[in-house]
C-alpha cells in the first residue's frame, strides 16, 4: 500500500548580507568551540578539508546578529519496488544491507541533501550537525 516515504527536517540558511568566506582550518576550530569533536563529524561522514573555502556568517542587523535568515528543507525520499520489499519483508531484516540496497538503488540521504548546501554556501556544517546530528 505504501509506494514511497519522504523524510524531511528544516535547515537555518544563511543570511544574504552578512556572508564571509574562511577556510576549512577556522570551521573545524569553530565546531571544536561549539562541542562537536572530530568523532562526531567522523561518525556523521563529514569531511571538512583544511584549505577547503567555506561560507560563515558574521551577523547583522537584518538576521538580528544570529547569522541566518530563512529555512531551507532537506528531504530523503525512498520509493518502493520489488528489491525494497522483498528487503523489508525478509526474515532476517538486515540494516546496513537495506540502506546499501537503497544506495545502490540511487537514494539520497538528507545528510548528503544537506552537505551539498553546505557545499553551495546555503547554510553551516554547524547547522548540519545541529539537526541532523543524532539521526
Known sequence: AVSMTLAQRLLRTHCPHCQAVVDGREVLANLRAEG????????????????????????????????????????ELLAFDDATRAAIMAPSFDLTAFRRLTRELGMHGMLEHALTLVEEGRTSYSEVVRILGES
Not at 578539508?49 to 547569522?67: M, N, S
Open 36 to 75: 562537536v569533536s572530530l568523532a562526531k563529524l567522523d561518525a556523521l561522514g563529514i569531511d571538512i578539508a583544511p584549505d577547503f573555502p567555506c561560507v560563515v556568517t558574521l551577523g547583522c542587523p537584518q538576521c538580528r546578529h544570529t547569522g541566518y535568515l530563512g529555512r531551507q528543507a532537506v528531504f
